[in-house]
């Protein structure tokens, strides 16, 4: 099965700065990484996604590459604001299969 | 607009008790994933379901554990025994199919076995 590692576990920012997650899979058949983002006591929620066909997205302050050939991904976070502190996962997908989640990253925004 | 309803949002159980987990997909989503998370650490893939068929059951113990999604009504996951162990946050996801379809997490049961 596909095996997802993700760092760093914890990250703390300065409110204003960036932050950036890494993940890294090792099955080359998969083609789906979305990112989620886990509040305290709630369920995680989908925040971005990217397909294996498209290298970069980005939505407003957060932004997702992919790199096929390393078999890595990172969520990127600009102008991080207190309310982005969270736990963030990525996943990796194949088609049909199970989502195959890394262990989290607890983010803090300093204000 | 509703998205994936879980419930109850807390159960309290005593040892060797039964435990059920229900939870209602997103309108229009047919495939159910359930998950297990332990405080301060991942998402645990337990089972994935369609309707009336269990697709993969690989990350559900072999004892006690067991989940439906019967053709009417919402999937249940079901905990037979309670042992102290199970305590944990337990997420449903539901999303339209296979094809890489994006998942959507309800806000979980937290089971507490005491």
């Known amino acids: 099965g596909e095996n997802v590692e993700q760092h760093p576990s914890t990250l703390s920012v300065q409110e204003g700065d960036s932050a950036v997650i890494k993940c890294t899979y090792s099955?080359?058949?998969?083609?789906?990484f979305p990112w989620y983002k886990q509040e305290l006591g709630k369920g995680p929620q989908l925040i971005i996604d990217?397909?294996?066909?498209?290298g970069e997205k980005k939505d407003q302050r957060i932004a997702v590459t992919l790199n096929k050939t390393a078999k890595h991904f990172s969520l990127h976070i600009t102008e991080t604001q207190p309310e982005d502190s969270a736990v963030y996962f990525c996943?990796?997908?194949?088609?049909?299969?199970?989502?195959?989640f890394g262990t989290g990253t607890s983010l803090t925004v300093i204000p | 607009n509703a998205g994936v309803m879980q419930n109850p949002r807390h159960l309290v159980r005593r040892r060797g008790q039964e435990a059920r987990l229900r939870c209602s997909p997103m309108?229009?989503?047919?495939?159910v994933y359930w998950y297990r998370q332990l405080p301060e650490e991942g998402l645990k893939f337990m089972v994935y379901?369609?309707?009336?068929?269990?697709?993969?059951e690989s990350g559900m113990p072999k004892e006690r554990f067991s989940a439906e999604f019967p053709k009417e009504g919402p999937s249940i996951l079901r905990i037979q025994q309670v042992v102290r162990g199970d305590s944990a946050a337990y997420f449903c996801?539901?999303?339209?199919?296979?094809?890489?379809?994006?998942?959507?997490f309800g806000n979980g049961t937290r089971l507490t076995v005491t």
């Open positions: 309108k229009g989503h047919s495939h």
């Open positions: 379901l369609q309707k009336e068929n269990i697709i993969d």
């Open positions: 990217i397909r294996s066909n498209v």
């Open positions: 099955d080359s058949a998969s083609n789906y």
């Open positions: 996801a539901s999303s339209q199919g296979p094809n890489n379809s994006p998942l959507h």
């Open positions: 996943a990796a997908i194949q088609t049909g299969n199970q989502f195959y």
